[in-house]
């Protein structure tokens, strides 16, 4: 495999505040090149009634910058990330769905509404995923994964454009977790020791749930046991639940699983124990494939893969149907607890080394 060539380009630096990437802009000053750094800047529409760190975020961006003499541009990509992947999210949870912003955010934004606004003018657009990419015989570029399992972000990867990998630089995805944390205090970064952001990207503190109730509201209707018919209780929204949830249910003779959403009749469905085998499927279709490189014509997907249907370290063995173009059937070995529709299937090869891509769970 060939190694992508630096010198000459010219680098953007996605900085996000965070550790991962102010060590991103480490390395790269490091081999002696001179990258400019952007924030992305995507507050909530009354940043005084959403508790947001974005703030701190900037003011430890603009510290990373200043100490390796890198310039930093602000780019306001707030109207963007609301217009398109709030709409996105908000689109398929109304429609009973299990949607993924963060994926969509690395398409449309950071890969896209930046790319509009600034990334056209440069080479190569660096960013803290963990995640690598290589270049095979043919010169096509590939995603590829990180060492380390807990922290590859391969999978939030999955949907951006081929061209979008093309300009895409990962500097530290050949390193595990402990080993960026190691270099930011041996080099004094001012984030160092600052904890990872968890949830989806841009909302901050803001609870998933708030985030939804606020654009559709409530809506209540009927749980019912699935194997019995029997009424359970009320839902305020099956926008509120995810198929395969057990936690945070609220209601009574314990535990219930979300198995089914009847977004017609408004009917949530769940079922009772510790494992129910409805909360399991082993066969399901994956539609509208999207390949990170194309492959060539006398190419097709292989046989034998591996996947994720959710961020987990865990790379699941399954046999691949081609049905048509861009739909499959993924054949799981072993029963999988809760696929629900509208998540990403990414797929990876058998050594889960490449990604190949990411379609949508349909049942």
Request: net charge negative; aromatic share 10%.
């Amino acid at each position: 495999m060939m190694e992508e060539s630096l010198n000459d380009k010219r680098i953007a630096v996605l900085l996000s505040g965070g550790v991962d990437s102010a060590v991103v802009v480490h390395e790269l000053v490091e081999k002696g090149l001179k990258p400019d750094c952007f924030y992305i800047k995507i507050g909530p529409e009354e940043t005084e009634e959403w508790d947001c760190s974005s703030e701190e975020d900037m003011e430890m961006a603009t510290a990373v910058a200043h100490k390796y003499g890198c310039r930093l541009e602000v780019v306001d990509c707030h109207r963007e990330y609301w217009d398109n992947v709030t709409r996105y999210t908000m689109e398929k949870v109304k429609a009973g769905m299990t949607p993924n912003p963060d994926v969509m955010c690395n398409r449309l934004i950071k890969f896209g509404a930046f790319h509009e606004k600034r990334g056209h003018d440069y080479d190569l657009i660096a960013t803290g995923h963990y995640a690598q990419t290589e270049i095979d015989d043919y010169g096509r570029k590939w995603l590829v994964t990180s060492p380390d399992p807990v922290k590859d972000q391969t999978d939030f990867l999955a949907q951006i454009y081929d061209w979008q990998l093309k300009k895409a630089l990962f500097p530290i995805g050949h390193y595990m977790k402990d080993e960026v944390r190691q270099i930011a205090e041996r080099e004094h970064l001012v984030n160092a020791k600052r904890k990872d952001s968890q949830g989806i990207c841009f909302l901050g503190k803001i609870n998933y749930n708030e985030y939804i109730r606020r654009y559709l509201g409530e809506k209540p209707g009927d749980v019912i046991e699935l194997e019995t018919g029997r009424l359970i209780g009320q839902h305020r929204g099956l926008w509120f639940h995810t198929i395969g949830q057990r936690k945070g249910m609220g209601f009574g003779g314990g535990p219930w699983f979300v198995v089914k959403k009847d977004v017609e009749k408004n009917v949530l469905y769940v079922s009772h124990g510790y494992d129910p085998a409805t909360a399991y499927k082993q066969d399901f279709p994956v539609i509208d494939f999207h390949y990170l490189t194309p492959l060539f014509e006398s190419e097709s997907l292989p046989n034998r893969i591996t996947f994720k249907i959710r961020h987990t370290a865990d790379y699941l063995p399954a046999s691949l149907e081609k049905v048509s173009d861009g739909t499959f059937v993924v054949h799981a070995d072993a029963p999988i607890h809760g696929v629900a529709p509208g998540q990403f299937c990414v797929i990876y090869d058998e050594q889960h080394h490449r990604c190949l891509g990411s379609g949508e769970i349909s049942i």
